[in-house]
């Protein structure tokens, strides 16, 4: 079984930054995809950013240009950089994990809240 546990979020001010982290561990495979949703309060939750096992990225078109996301293998690591933060990007953030064959597995979430 993997195990995520994600860090990161917090307040932060409009234009502001955030980097929130997913750090995975347990019975992690080979090949394995990794990404980031999102669900704001009454809204579904939906795909923010995604690394395939070939490490191709997926961004959401509302965060194209101001998040990055990444990860580091050596750590089982996953990285989402958030820049130019806007009000309608709050919401909790939660990590995933999909290895092959596997089902996926959740992180907790994090909050994210943009405010002035």
């Known amino acids: 079984q993997v195990q995520l546990v994600e860090s990161g979020g917090g307040l932060v001010q409009p234009g502001g930054s955030l980097r929130l982290s997913c750090a995975a561990s347990?019975?992690?495979?080979?090949?394995?995809?990794m990404g980031w949703y999102r669900q704001a309060p009454g809204k579904q939750r939906t795909l923010v950013a995604a690394?395939?096992?070939?490490?191709?990225?997926n961004y959401a078109d509302s965060v194209k240009g101001r998040f990055a996301i990444s990860r580091d293998n050596t750590k089982n690591t996953l990285n989402l950089q958030m820049n130019s933060l806007l009000p309608e990007d709050t919401a909790v953030y939660y990590c995933?994990?999909?290895?092959?064959?596997?089902?996926?597995?959740w992180g907790q979430g994090t909050q994210v809240t943009v405010s002035s």
């Open positions: 347990g019975s992690i495979s080979g090949r394995y995809a």
């Open positions: 995933y994990y999909n290895g092959l064959g596997s089902p996926i597995i």
């Open positions: 690394l395939n096992t070939a490490g191709a990225t």
